[in-house]
């Protein structure tokens, strides 16, 4: 199955951009790339998610390497709001449903 | 906040005995599923549905039943409870398809002694 890998934390300073990378070399054809991130005590909270090309929303952005063997989350300007676990996570909808969830990065933002 | 609730939030039980969390969601989303977190795990997938009674296993269903009578609710049920199930579970939801986004509920805490 395919797995990722990421950073287990990183530091940032806050109103200055942040770069969450992933590495997902065995990913396959049909896996998409989610990313959540999660609060102490709360649930995941969906983030963004893409195929094969960048993608924008309010959030953050999706960088997706030509290759789909790593991509970054992108946070534009972090806050001390966006300090929480992310995770990157491969999703295979077709031959039996997978979710595939690493340990992922926990992020620091100082003010 | 998507409209998922789960309940209990909270339970301590003893080994052996029969254990059932429920998810409920006011948002009418065809696809309900249960993960388990432990320390160092991440998220793994217990079960899933995909519609009322339509349900298939994910990859740690061992020990786990679930059931979908109605649109709205999806339980998880431990027929015998053992410790290694201690964990926090998470029942999550999606509208269309497997690969869209999953909105989570704020989790039960399970204590198995």
């Known amino acids: 199955d395919a797995k990722t890998t990421q950073p287990n934390s990183m530091e940032s300073n806050e109103e200055e951009p942040v770069h969450l990378p992933c590495n997902h070399s065995?990913?396959?054809?049909?896996?998409?790339i989610h990313w959540y991130r999660q609060l102490p005590s709360q649930g995941p909270e969906y983030v963004i998610h893409g195929l094969t090309s960048n993608v924008n929303n309010r959030m953050a952005s999706l960088a997706i390497a030509e290759d789909r063997k790593s991509s970054t989350l992108i946070l534009h300007r972090a806050t001390l709001r966006d300090a929480a676990v992310y995770y990157c996570?491969?999703?295979?909808?077709?031959?039996?449903?997978?979710?595939?969830f690493g340990a992922g990065t926990r992020l620091f933002v100082k003010a | 906040d998507a409209g998922i609730t789960q309940s209990p939030r909270h339970k301590v039980t003893e080994t052996g005995t029969p254990v059932t969390l429920r998810c409920h969601q006011t948002?009418?989303?065809?696809?309900m599923y249960w993960y388990r977190q432990d320390p160092g795990h991440g998220l793994r997938l217990i079960h899933y549905?995909?519609?009322?009674?339509?349900?298939d296993k994910g990859e740690v269903s061992d020990g786990y039943s679930v059931s979908r009578s109605k649109t709205e609710d999806f339980l998880l049920t431990l027929e015998s409870a053992t410790s290694s199930q201690t964990s926090v579970y998470f029942c999550a939801i999606s509208q269309a398809g497997l690969n869209q986004p999953q909105h989570f509920g704020d989790g039960t805490r399970l204590s198995i002694l």
């Open positions: 065995t990913i396959s054809g049909t896996d998409y």
């Open positions: 996570i491969l999703i295979s909808p077709t031959g039996g449903f997978k979710t595939i």
């Open positions: 948002e009418n989303h065809r696809y």
């Open positions: 549905s995909y519609g009322v009674k339509d349900t």
